[in-house]
């Protein structure tokens, strides 16, 4: 035998029971490595095969059963459950011994009784051998199946398991025969089975089926959640039993989880999302009553960190706020991330001078230093809080409702702490409805365009026109410019506004072309918010020339100074390809910001727009700002609009200091389509 020889105080203790005496021959075998021998063998075992016991000791199995070559001996010796055969035994003589050879397993899958009993007569041994043919058919349609399975001929109790159930449980096939097989299932889990199992086995031979999801525990202690299907199953002179499948389901709800968990966290600071926030604030909102708050945060100058030291180090100072926020917040409070460099804090039971408190050690414990890139930083953010009232009707507006006091604390100042009160949510609330209606607004061509005529300061007659945009609310009455314009630019709404009125001035361009003839203005001034100003602008304006079939030079796209002045260079490719398209460039309200000659002596342009304070100074007799732009325009070959021309004197004036166009109430006032155009048609008979 390979290894050491078990002591007879072992063998009687693993065979306790098993006499030297026995009628049957009963032998030890172990396996060491791939080989199998016999350990140990009883009297009866010696007279029956003729061998001396210590030549039987360590002889090799497979040379005492010759019919079992290769790999077929692993069906004998099963780790899993006890295995009769009827095979042919070699004695000490060289004869062969018909005999029915049972192997049962010991605990270890290393060793094995098997027990050796000589068949009868021909009728027996030819009986037996059919019997073993089918054993073997069955064993590979149910033993050998991947698929759990387990047989109960009678009630709950199993006359059958399957290897790969005896795998799953982490049992040999003995311990869960019977009812031992209930023993594995959890014990919170077990009545559901039964239940189950139950159902089926008085479901009669109907086809009744039943399913139960039920946790199996190892003997190791590790749990597995399977799904066991229960069919019934009808024997003749044995009863009502059933056939049980088994699928292993806990790495599919693993996986499952982790989609989850995905799904409705973040995946860096590994916080809950927007969506799983949302969740959490409906699950525990009541409306009409109180104690739910929200704390909304948003860290001042985030973006200053990503563009000094990286992205790498403005991750790292997002993971550092979601640890000090968890670290902060009381047990149960839920942190989320909302996106971005903005976090919310959500609490129940809390009044409002409380969820104040907590905002403010909060924030003190974000003013910590925290060491970024070889930098000392001390984070800190603008605060919003917001209490529910009974004005809450809906879950999503107390998160909104925090949403503006936070940025009622970044505009007052960053690092501050606002609660928000009544007055500041009608205002807000009133915005968002002002948002949408804009919206629906640009989207059905309510917002309407005015043209004002551009006159030329030496001739005196009409040659443009300027494009402005309005907005007649049907409610509201008229929306000044002023107030819808920035409001579009705050909401994401500019584009689209600016896509409308480059639209439809080049349709009516194309419409005075129709009507008018030689008497259509030959060019229209078009505002663009500096929003507007990436590399979409091109592909727009040259897709509206196209559409209305105008020439590019029939288009002066104006912008603001300041909005050429957030990124030059950026402005200038912009403009620069505008201009290569034929169009011509303006700058408006030129000297009213922060003007950069340096910039401008580079920059595609061809017209100054002489704001409308200069030019209201000349009634006081200061005319050196405006004389100032004009000259400078002419000295760089630039043209000049006077913007805001509101008597005959000023026009004479500019005129005289060299203005190239004058745009002005005291010419003409703006005017609708249908006006403009008659306007025009009567210029051109004069």
């Not at 009125?501 to 072309?513: F, G």
Request: proline fraction near 4%; include cysteine.
């Amino acid at each position: 035998m390979v290894g050491e020889q078990p002591s007879p105080e072992v063998v009687a203790a693993v065979f306790h029971g098993v006499s030297v005496s026995s009628s049957s021959a009963i032998l030890v075998v172990e396996r060491a490595g791939r080989v199998a021998r016999v350990g140990w063998s009883n009297e009866k075992a010696v007279a029956v095969l003729g061998y001396a016991q210590e030549d039987l000791r360590a002889l090799p199995v497979d040379q005492l059963l010759p019919a079992l070559q290769g790999g077929e001996l692993r069906l004998l010796l099963r780790r899993e459950r006890a295995v009769v055969m009827t095979l042919p035994v070699r004695c000490a003589s060289g004869e062969s011994l018909e005999c029915s050879v049972s192997a049962v397993p010991a605990p270890g899958g290393r060793r094995w009784t098997l027990r050796l009993a000589a068949t009868s007569n021909e009728q027996e041994r030819a009986l037996r051998a059919t019997a073993d043919a089918h054993e073997r058919r069955f064993a590979t349609l149910t033993e050998r199946s991947p698929v759990p399975t387990l047989l109960s001929e009678q009630g709950m109790r199993l006359a059958h398991v399957n290897d790969a159930f005896c795998a799953l449980a982490g049992q040999q096939a003995e311990e869960l025969l019977g009812t031992g097989w209930l023993d594995v299932v959890h014990p919170e889990d077990l009545d559901e089975v039964i239940e189950q199992a139950t159902a089926v086995l008085l479901g009669g031979e109907d086809g009744s089926e039943g399913e139960a999801q039920a946790r199996l525990v190892r003997p190791d202690g590790t749990e597995l959640t399977t799904v066991i299907r229960f069919a019934h199953l009808f024997t003749p002179g044995v009863g009502a039993g059933f056939v049980g499948t088994i699928e292993d389901i806990t790495e599919r709800l693993a996986f499952e989880a982790r989609l989850a968990h995905q799904a409705n966290h973040d995946p860096l600071t590994g916080l809950p999302n927007r969506t799983l926030l949302a969740d959490h604030v409906t699950t525990w909102f009541v409306p009409g009553t109180g104690g739910l708050a929200c704390i909304f945060l948003d860290l001042d100058n985030f973006k200053v960190v990503n563009d000094s030291l990286g992205h790498a180090a403005g991750d790292e100072l997002l993971v550092e706020v979601a640890a000090r926020l968890r670290a902060t917040v009381r047990p149960g409070d839920l942190v989320a991330r909302f996106g971005g460099d903005e976090f919310v804090v959500v609490c129940q039971q809390v009044s409002e001078a409380d969820a104040v408190a907590l905002a403010e050690r909060i924030g003190t414990q974000l003013r910590r230093p925290v060491r970024l890139g070889g930098v000392d930083l001390r984070p800190q953010a603008s605060v919003g809080v917001t209490v529910q009232t009974a004005e809450h009707q809906a879950a999503e507006e107390l998160i909104r409702d925090c949403d503006i006091a936070m940025y009622q604390a970044k505009t007052g100042g960053k690092g501050r702490i606002t609660v928000l009160d009544s007055d500041a949510r009608a205002q807000a609330r009133d915005k968002l409805r002002l948002v949408a209606e804009l919206r629906s607004a640009i989207e059905r061509r309510e917002i309407t365009l005015m043209y004002q005529p551009i006159f030329d300061a030496v001739v005196g007659t009409a040659t443009s026109v300027e494009s402005l945009a309005r907005w007649q609310h049907a409610e509201r009455g008229s929306i000044s410019p002023g107030v819808f314009v920035p409001l579009a630019e705050e909401s994401g709404l500019v584009a689209a506004l600016g896509l409308l009125v480059l639209d439809e001035t080049c349709r009516q361009l194309a419409e005075w072309d129709r009507e008018l003839g030689a008497a259509a203005p030959r060019r229209a001034h078009v505002n663009v918010s500096a929003l507007q100003l990436d590399g979409n602008l091109h592909d727009h304006v040259a897709s509206a020339l196209r559409r209305h079939r105008l020439s590019a030079d029939r288009l002066s796209i104006e912008i603001t100074e300041s909005a050429l002045m957030k990124d030059p260079a950026s402005a200038r490719e912009v403009l620069q390809a505008l201009r290569d398209l034929g169009c011509q460039i303006s700058i408006d309200d030129f000297g009213t910001g922060y003007s950069s000659l340096a910039y401008l002596r580079h920059l595609p342009v061809d017209c100054l727009k002489v704001d409308r304070s200069f030019v209201a100074e000349l009634a006081d007799g200061h005319a050196e700002i405006t004389s100032a732009v004009i000259a400078l325009a002419h000295n760089l070959g630039l043209c000049t609009v006077a913007e805001g021309v509101e008597t005959p004197a000023q026009a004479r004036l500019l005129a005289e200091l060299g203005a190239t166009y004058l745009q002005g109430f005291s010419l003409a006032a703006p005017l609708a389509a249908a006006e403009a155009t008659a306007w025009f048609a009567a210029a051109g008979q004069r």
